[in-house]
């Protein structure tokens, strides 16, 4: 009843930022430091969070050769759904070609996007080390965090029985780290409605907004068409064969964390209530979530990918440029890899497509016809990429119990 109530306070605050953010754009605009609260309490415990929850996950695990199986499961659902996503983005573009007849202009691209024109694999692959943890952690770079807490957490199962201390102390800072989550829930009906009347009132209120998103219609329809394909249809399907549980409950039991999603576009940010929705409300169990949902709020991104393939030939289309099978084949595989090493930060899907139009040598610029809309995209495929990781945790967690029982 409790999570009921809340969950409603939550949809009204999301209709009432929308209604606020479309009528009373420069009212709007002031009540952002309501989101940006919400957001940065979120954040401070994304960090404490990660390093716990992974610490504590691998060490439950005890041996390293049910770290192995676990992760070889949440690797290959990763890959499968993502490989799923970009292809149906690719099907849809070539089928609804929403590039035909646009033309091009020149746009600025933001310095977000100049300075990564040298960006490469090599990149992502550094991306996992860091020589400095704080500085990583400074600068909210988490890969480098997940990749030391999990081995941080082979190394204390590999002390034996000494660790138990310090496993217990990971634990019971785990504990409190989600008690603190859950009363920061307390505050997502406000913080949302901060975050999207906020962002409404940026765009210039609800007319800007249609103006905005009529120019690159159909652009958006694909994409939308497409997250809607895979998160509604494809998920769904995936966790009913898979984990036997009812997709509309389990849905119904995320959907705070799918909403928060939406206005934070941030999977990172996310992750919080992602866990706490996961286990608390959906009872995944906390062993398997605790490893699968932060490595897939940095992974896996499914709607990220998606939204990669379609970009990519959208502008592909708009310069007039043929894309070949081959082409087409070089932008699912970078597509994915694209969507595995953006961060889970807002508009990160837009710099490591670079990574795309490079591959195929489509030029950047073309990033410059899509980059007015980027921030509602985003905010959809965030929310696609968090109900996948949502979506893994549940089948991953149901191969892990019968694993057990066998
Ligand atoms: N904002 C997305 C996320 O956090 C990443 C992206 O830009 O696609 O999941």
Not at 16 to 43: C, D, I, M, W, Y
Not at 211 to 217: N, P
Request: with cysteine.
């Amino acid at each position: 009843m409790k999570h009921h109530r809340l969950l409603l306070s939550i949809i009204a605050g999301a209709v009432l930022g929308v209604l606020f953010g479309t009528f009373f754009p420069e009212q709007a605009v002031r009540s952002g430091f309501l989101g940006e609260l919400f957001l940065n309490a979120l954040k401070m415990m994304v960090l404490p969070l990660i390093i716990a929850s992974l610490v504590v996950g691998v060490t439950n695990l005890g041996d390293v050769r049910h770290l192995g199986s676990l992760g070889i499961r949440t690797v290959f659902y990763y890959l499968v759904t993502t490989a799923i996503a970009v292809i149906i983005g690719i099907i849809l573009v070539l089928w609804i070609q929403p590039g035909q007849g646009f033309g091009v202009f020149a746009g600025d691209l933001p310095e977000q996007i100049r300075s990564k024109e040298q960006f490469s694999y090599k990149d992502v692959l550094m991306g996992l080390i860091h020589p400095n943890l704080i500085q990583a952690a400074s600068e909210f770079q988490i890969l480098p965090l997940i990749v030391i807490s999990i081995i941080f957490g082979i190394a204390l199962t590999m002390v034996g029985p000494r660790a138990r201390v310090v496993v217990e102390f990971f634990s019971i800072s785990n504990e409190a780290i989600m008690k603190i989550i859950h009363g920061i829930m307390y505050f997502t009906p406000v913080g949302i409605f901060g975050l999207i009347a906020h962002r409404l009132g940026v765009t210039g209120g609800g007319d800007a907004f249609v103006e905005l998103i009529t120019q690159l219609a159909k652009y958006c329809g694909t994409v939308i068409l497409g997250l809607i394909l895979h998160g509604v249809f494809v998920l769904p399907l995936l966790l009913w064969i898979f984990s036997r549980r009812n997709p509309f409950i389990y849905f119904m039991n995320l959907a705070k964390a799918l909403l928060t999603a939406l206005a934070t576009a941030s999977s990172s940010a996310t992750l919080p209530l992602t866990m706490e929705c996961t286990v608390d409300e959906a009872k995944v169990s906390n062993r398997t979530a605790s490893v699968v949902l932060p490595l897939g709020a940095t992974v896996n991104m499914d709607g990220t990918a998606l939204y990669e393939a379609v970009a990519a030939i959208f502008i592909a289309q708009c310069y007039g440029i043929a894309m070949g099978f081959g082409e087409q084949l070089t932008i699912f595989l970078t597509a994915t890899l694209a969507a595995i090493g953006a961060a889970g930060i807002p508009e990160a899907g837009l710099v490591t497509m670079v990574l795309v139009l490079q591959s195929v040598g489509l030029p950047i610029e073309g990033i410059g016809l899509i980059l007015a809309v980027d921030w509602f995209l985003d905010r959809c495929r965030t929310t696609v990429n968090v109900w996948g990781d949502a979506v893994g945790a549940a089948i991953i967690d149901r191969f892990e119990a019968s694993g057990e029982n066998s």
